[in-house]
């Protein structure tokens, strides 16, 4: 079993940046890929990001490439989101994810283990 806990969430400008970490206990971490999600009020939950069980691949979602970045330190069991140029459309509960296969997924279902989700909230 792993336990995922999210931090870091909280209210920004539009324009500003937040980073998101999510520590885990429980497994190995190193076996484990991790992803990103995110969930707006009344809307599904969307895929953000995900890394590899190294860190050597990463994916994004087409609303986040380019302005976010996932990066993990195995030697911590923590995963990080790095947001820039946040917009209001990113509002939403972010969750982090994880999956004891190498590469991870990009549909929720594809992940086995959830976080709480840490609220997100910018403002224009």
């Known amino acids: 079993q792993v336990q995922l806990v999210e931090s870091g969430g909280g209210s920004v400008q539009a324009g500003g940046s937040l980073r998101l970490s999510c520590t885990a206990s429980?497994?190995?971490?190193?076996?484990?890929?991790m992803g990103w999600f995110r969930q707006a009020l009344g809307k599904e939950r969307e895929f953000a990001a995900g890394i590899s069980r190294s860190g050597s691949h990463t994916n994004y979602g087409d609303s986040v490439k380019g302005r976010f970045a996932i990066s993990r330190d195995n030697a911590k069991n923590t995963v990080y989101l790095q947001m820039n140029s946040l917009k209001p459309e990113d509002t939403a509960v972010y969750y982090c994810?994880?999956?004891?296969?190498?590469?991870?997924?990009?549909?929720?279902?594809?992940?086995?283990?959830w976080g709480q989700g840490t609220q997100v909230t910018v403002s224009s």
């Open positions: 994810a994880g999956d004891r296969s190498v590469y991870g997924g990009v549909r929720a279902v594809d992940y086995e283990y």
């Open positions: 429980g497994s190995t971490f190193s076996r484990i890929a």
